[in-house]
Every structure is written in C-alpha cells, then in structure tokens.
C-alpha cells in the first residue's frame, strides 16, 4: 500500500515536472536558463490552472444541464492574496508540485512570494467575500462573484519618519496567471440622459432611457476552486473600456491628449479600488463604479438566465442575488428597470421577482459608513432609477402610512430619502426594500441593528432582519497559513479535518495532554522563529521567540482602539523602568495595518505606535523585555505569517461598534489566545471556547450606549486611573516625540475630553485583562491548554458553516459537502 502511493506520488510529480517545462517553455517562452522565478511562478500557475480548467468546464456543464439555481455574490471588494498555494491546495497538488519543483532546482517556497496579493478591497468586508468563494465553491453551490477588476488595489503603505505614505498598487504589473479575458462579454453601461415617456395603446406608459454617455463593461474571469476540485466556480471581474477608445479626427488635427479623453474617463471606472473604509470622498466616481458593476453583473446574469430557462417570470425561482453591503444596492433600481422597461413585467410583479431575488447583508452601524447619495447627483447621474426608486417609496410609504401606529416620524425613518441631510437616497433603505432577507454578520451585530438603523423598518416589516454569523476558510488560514500545526491535527481529528470542521472538537480531548501540549508549542515556535525572521529582514528589528507575541493586526481606526493597546503598552514601559529587575514576561507588541489615506487621526495613530517603538526599542532598560513592532504593509500575505505565530489576539474594540470581526477567528484558530471586548463575533467566540479561555475585559455595548448618555468625558476615568494619567501626560508632553513636543497634544485633547470610543473609561478594565494574560502565560501547562482548547472549538468558525446557512435559509439552494470519492 505505502509503496503503490509512493509509486503514484512519483508519477503525479514527474507529470508536473513536464508540464512546467512545457508550460515554460510554450506559454511563458523563456529556456529553462533564462527562466526567472517569476517565469517559474507562471509556468507553475499555468499547470495548476489547467487541472482547475478541465474541472471548470465540468462543473459549467454540469450547472448547465441540471439548471439549478444560481446564486450570484455582488462585491465592490474581493480581497484575494495569492492564489497559487489556494490553487495547489484545493487541487491537492501541493506535494507532487513541490518536488517537481525541486527536481528542477526550483524552490516552490520562494515561488509563493513572487506571486503579487490581489488586495481588490479594503480589508474584512472584502476578505469576507474571498472565503466565501471559496466555500461555495467546496460545498459545490453554483455561483458567480461579481465585481470590479481595480487596476490599482488597495494602496502599498510604507511608513517613513512614523507616518504612514500611500504608493500606488501594481498587482497587474507583470501580468496575471489566474484569468481569462472575455472581450466578447461586454455590457453597455448608460449614465445621464434623458427618459422619454412612450403612450401605448392600451393605456400605460412605457419608459425608455436614453443615456446620455455610455461606458463598457468586459468581463475578466478566473476560477476558483473547492477543497478537492469539487466543484469550480467563477469570479467574474469587470474593467471599463470607452466605446470609442480614440477619436481619431482629434489625433489627425493634432490633439493627441484631447484625443484621448473619452478612454480616460470611461477608464477611470476600473482604475484604483475607493481606498477610503469608512471616509467620504470621491463621491461620483463612487457611484459610477457601484453601477457600473451592477448593471454589468444583471445584465449578465439575465441574459445567462433567459438563455438557460426562456422566460424573465423565473428569475427568483433560478436566481439568488446577495449584495454584499450596499456598495452594489443600486442593483435593485437596475433590476426594476430591466424587467419593467425592458421585459414588460408589470410593476406589482416585478417588485415580488425583486425581492424574492434579493438578500442584503450589512456590515456595519457606523453612521459614516451608511451610504447615502445627494438626490441631485443621482438624479444627474441616473435619472431612471431615481424615479423607480421614488416610486418605489412611494408604495412603500402608501402601505406604512396605513399601519395602526403609524406617525410621520415613523415614515420619516422608513422613508427612502433622508429629507434631514439635504434630501439623500438611504442605500441601507433601498437594499432592505428590495430584499426577502436582511442579515448581519454576527448575533450581536444582527440584534443591534434591529433597535439603531433598521429599528423603525423591522417594525414595519418584521422577520426580515436574520443573523448568519461571519466566517473564514480554513483551506487558507489553518492549512496553508499553518501546515506543521494543520499535519499534527490531521493526526490527532483524521485527514477528513478540512472537509468538516467541526472534527476539531476532538482536539479537546487531547488538550490537557503534555506530550501534545509539547508538539502544539513547537508548531508556535517554529511560526514565531519565522517571523522573528521577516522582522529582522524587513525593520532590522531582533525579536525573541520566547517572549510573548501580542498581536493587533486589522484596519487602523479610532473604534479598533489601537490606542488603548498603545496606552498601556507605555504604562508597562514606565513599570518596567521603575522597577526593571523585576521578574518580566519578555513580550513583544506587533501591529499591522493601514489607514485610509484620508483619515487624519488613525494616520496620526499609526506615527504614534512608530514613535512609541522607536523610544521602546531603544531603550536599555527594556531590552529584553519588551519590543514594539510596527509591521508596514498589511495585507492578506502578511497576515498568513502573522498569525500563525501570534500567543495574543487583541480584539479590543468599542463595544457594539465590531460587526463581526474576522481577524479574531483566524486568530483563535491557530491557537491564540483573545483579549477582547464582548463586541461583534468576540461574543460568540466566548461561549464556544469557554470563558475560562478567553479575556474579556470593558463595558458591553449596554453600558457603553448608557455611558455615552452620561457623557463622553474621560477625565474622571483619569482621575480614577493615575497610572492612566502618567501615560496620557508623557504621550501630551512630547516624551515620545521630542522632535515635535506637540505632536500628540490633540490626539490627548480628545481622549480627555471627547473619549467617543470610551478609550479612558476601558483602560483599567484593559490593563487588568493584560496582567491575567500575564499570570496565565506564567502556568504554561494552563497557557497551552487553552490554546489547544481555542483551536478545538473553532470548528463553527468554518465559513462553509456560514456559506450552508445562507443556503439554507436565504438563498434556497442545496450544498454538497466535500469529501473522498
Ligand atoms: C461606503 C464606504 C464608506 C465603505 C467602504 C468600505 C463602507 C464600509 C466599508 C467596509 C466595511 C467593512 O469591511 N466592514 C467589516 O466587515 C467585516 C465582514 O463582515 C466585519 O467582520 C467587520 O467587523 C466589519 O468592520
């Protein structure tokens, strides 16, 4: 038996060594002399691609024959990475590649880092939608991803003198393996213009629109693949193209700029991802973009849909449309007109098709980040659909108005424009409307938006708020970003442990175990060596394996509170000097992340780590003992070092401020243990790996809403806190920026003063939370235990537990696990 697999382990690596040769040598065109290991990458992606293909083709023909129903994943943000080790994974190739790889003096290790991150988003919302792929791809659900292929991702981020500094993204530069280019999937997409109004002879009117400026839309696919091949599925990207890309007339004349501007314009569409989470800026081109995928995307899949089934009455019975957040709600507008303008469909009926189609699921509470859009630009940009849209709140406000408690402040806050701010469209609104399923992203996240910004629609229309609680691949955050820890698992749960992830709860049984215990920390170790390794490569920084990682990695923003993790990181920095002979847990703080480039005071955060680091790491008196990294450049490959090798997770945000939180998964997956607040999935986290295996410290979003009631004043939270005082005092008195003693002085103004994010109020209950963490890490036997435990029960974290529970109860569609055979 060992012998015929070894047999056939050979054969399968001498067939990809071949492969990669020709691949080389035919589709890349380079000698095996010339080859650089970006050519090897290319001729290594080529290969598994063609396996991934061939499967492809299948599973398309398969879908097509059954006719199925399809479900489609409307994204303005798919934030990938890389996809090789995906691509060798899911195709169980990574082994048989590695040693052909090697038989050709070729490193796949080294290869793995020539591949450029796709960062086609900001960061969970978008990372959110790439494991769902993922899973819907493993749990053979046919679907589609749409969304934009960004020529510029989010932006590389370096961090000069502290300060963070944006440089333009170039993933496309050398080229990209994974796709396929259909020019001849291609979309009008109309803007402006005009409605004329057509009398018909039996009475009604017919709209017709006629834009007045029309972009293209051509689709770039790439595939990809469930664990095991299951089942392919396809991500289908659109880039703007101008219908006229050059006016020659003005080129003949001379004019070879102006000549070009119609293509610059329409082109502008796909440039450069909106980097802005949660910032206002760039408004049209924003808008522009959300239609011009969502148009491109219903044209497409009704034209699919038509093809496969004849008639548009069948849509909702065929179809399943979610947008993920309101970045892509105009759809809904876009549906209406397609079958009321274009099919004829009556209205009533069109609407029930609409809704039935639909599922909107939300991201966030934060108010800045609920979108709203000027009902004049709408009105210039897209006449049509803000006319379905008044229509449609005109019904909606009709059947309200004659509900038993209905006031005008009631209709006020269902209506479809916020008359308050200037007359504006609630997205939010038009994707509850349009929608039979409204979910968030955590228990916590979904109850809350049934009493802040849906209280007043969920009383009109009940029921339809739902929660489907986030979750992450393990194919890339257990098995790729963590193999040693993934084989000891294997061995302990069996190696059907991606195929169900729930298997992991064996894990518990062995937690207490000394011997797994041991192998358990080793596997931590190795992770840590390697990335004390990139620490020292990329900052020339020296870190010790031994001390303890703490790590907050994720989006900068002020509700994230990086600031607190700062806070009392000085205040164990002023202990430690007071009393440095003390016996200290040597610990290291890791941070990761960007800021949006606009964002003032979470750029002003970021120098403030930098500045802390660079006094820290300086000092003799702490080495040794504690270090502080700033790691630049966040993104989805750095976090599969990251994380792996992180003791401490830090989800430390304002309470009923985190919908969910992804990173914190990831996290206690691969054994870290959580410091955090009872926000978003933290919650839920909790009650599946005990209390006893987690530190949550801080007021609960209850007593944060109360507390904010009081007042947002931190000074008596100070007052409380000396130690709390001393940091705030040092940070204000320029202690760790003597090159500009006042750098600071306003970040403190506002935690005195104006501590929206209860920053001052949490920091005692932080700093104790820290030092438990402390006298756990002291007891290593209890330390290893609970982290065991932590991996044990994060099998429910799976999002193919999430991908089936839309299924099931949102999309109506079956799922087929994977599996041998
Ligand atoms: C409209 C614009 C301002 C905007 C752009 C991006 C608004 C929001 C976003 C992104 C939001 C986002 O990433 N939300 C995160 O979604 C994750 C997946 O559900 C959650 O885990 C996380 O808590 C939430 O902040």
């Known amino acids: 038996k060992v012998e015929d697999r070894a047999a056939s382990d050979a054969d399968a690596a001498a067939a990809i060594k071949e492969a990669i040769l020709n691949k080389l040598i035919y589709s890349v065109g380079k000698s095996l002399e010339a080859a650089s290991s970006h050519d090897w990458f290319v001729a290594t992606a080529f290969v598994a691609r063609d396996r991934i293909v061939e499967r492809w083709l299948a599973s398309i023909d398969e879908v097509n024959r059954t006719g199925r129903k399809q479900v489609y994943y409307l994204s303005v943000e798919f934030l990938i990475g890389r996809l090789l080790f995906d691509a060798l994974t899911n195709m169980e190739m990574v082994e048989p590649t590695r040693a052909a790889l090697f038989a050709l003096g070729v490193d796949l290790d080294e290869l793995r880092e020539v591949e450029p991150d796709a960062a086609l988003g900001n960061g969970g919302l978008g990372r959110l939608a790439a494991c769902f792929m993922e899973s819907l791809a493993t749990l053979s659900i046919a679907a589609f991803g749409y969304g934009i292929r960004y020529d510029h991702g989010l932006f590389r981020q370096r961090i000069k003198d502290g300060r963070q500094l944006e440089y333009p993204e170039e993933w496309l530069a050398f080229g990209n393996p994974w796709e396929f280019q259909r020019p001849e999937v291609d979309y009008e997409i109309g803007f402006g213009g005009r409605i004329e109004a057509e009398h018909q002879p039996d009475g009604t009117v017919k709209h017709v629109w006629l834009p007045g400026e029309t972009v293209e839309a051509v689709a770039y696919d790439t595939p990809i693949a469930g664990w095991r091949g299951a089942h392919i599925n396809t991500l289908r990207l659109w880039s703007a193209r101008a219908p006229d890309p050059l006016r020659l007339d003005k080129f003949n004349s001379g004019d070879h700029v102006g000549a070009l501007m119609d293509q610059v314009r329409a082109e502008s569409i796909s440039k450069v991802l909106y980097p802005g989470d949660t910032t206002p800026a760039g408004q049209e081109l924003r808008l522009r973009q959300e239609f011009f995928f969502a148009s491109a995307s219903l044209q497409d899949l009704v034209l699919r849909h038509l093809r496969q089934h004849g008639g548009i009455l069948s849509l909702a019975d065929k179809v399943a449309i979610q947008l993920n957040d309101t970045h892509p709600a105009i759809a809904v507008a876009e549906l209406m007109r397609i079958l009321v303008d274009l099919h004829d469909v009556p209205w009533r009926d069109a609407w029930a098709i609409t809704q039935a189609t639909f599922g909107y699921t939300n991201h966030t509470l934060l108010p800045e980040a609920l979108e709203t859009w000027p009902v004049p630009l709408m009105e210039r940009l897209l006449p049509r659909h803000m006319q379905i849209i008044y229509l449609i709140n005109a019904i909606h406000l009709d059947q309200a108005s004659k509900l038993a408690d209905s006031t005008g402040e009631r209709l006020a806050a269902i209506s479809l424009i916020d008359e308050a701010h200037g007359r504006r469209v609630r997205m939010g609104h038009l994707a509850f409307l349009g929608s039979h399923k409204v979910n968030g992203v955590s228990r916590l996240h979904s109850d809350l938006l049934k009493v802040t910004v849906f209280r007043e629609l969920d009383a009109v229309l009940p029921g339809r708020i739902t929660n489907k609680t986030n979750g992450v691949t393990f194919r890339r955050w257990l098995k790729e970003a963590n193999p040693g820890l993934t084989s000891l698992l294997t061995e302990v749960v069996g190696d059907r442990l991606l195929d169900d992830a729930r298997l992991l709860e064996k894990v518990a049984a062995v937690a207490g175990d000394a011997a797994f215990q041991e192998r358990y920390a080793a596997e931590r170790r190795a ?252 007891d290593k036997r209890s330390w290893w235990r609970a982290a065991a435990l932590n991996t044990a029960h994060m099998g429910w974290f799976s999002s193919d537990r999430t991908i089936a529970e839309y299924a099931k109860d949102i999309w109506d569609v079956p799922v087929k696990p994977p599996g041998r055979g």
């Open 527 to 778: 992770n840590k060596v390697a990335l004390a390794k990139l620490v020292r490569h990329r900052l020339g920084i020296k870190i010790d394996p031994d001390a303890l990682f703490d790590v907050q990695i994720k989006r900068i923003h002020e509700y994230k509170r990086q600031i607190l993790n700062i806070l009392e990181t000085i205040a164990v920095y002023d202990m430690i000097r007071a009393q440095p002979m003390r016996d200290w847990i040597p610990r290291v703080k890791i941070f990761s992340g960007k800021a949006a480039a606009s964002y003032a005071t979470a750029k002003l955060i970021i120098q403030l780590a930098n500045d802390v680091a660079k006094i820290v790491n300086a000092d003799p008196t702490v080495r040794g003992i504690l270090k502080v990294v700033f790691l630049p450049n966040y993104n989805v490959s750095l976090a599969e070092r990251i994380i792996p090798a992180a003791d401490l997770s830090e989800q430390i945000s304002t309470a009923g401020m985190e919908a969910s939180g992804t990173g914190n998964m990831k996290l206690a997956l691969n054994g870290a243990l959580t410091i955090g607040t009872l926000d978003g999935a933290n919650v839920e986290i909790r009650e599946k790996v005990g209390a006893d295996n987690i530190f949550i410290f801080g007021l609960t979003a209850e007593e944060v809403e109360a507390h904010r009631h009081r007042g947002i004043d931190g000074s008596d939270a100070i007052n409380r806190s000396a130690k709390l005082a001393e940091v705030l005092e040092a940070i204000a008195s320029g202690v760790f920026s003597p090159d500009e003693p006042d750098r600071y002085r306003g970040l403190v103004d506002i935690l005195i003063h104006h501590d929206y994010f209860m920053v001052t109020a949490d920091f005692e209950s932080y700093y104790e939370a820290q030092r438990a963490v402390f006298r756990r890490w002291r």
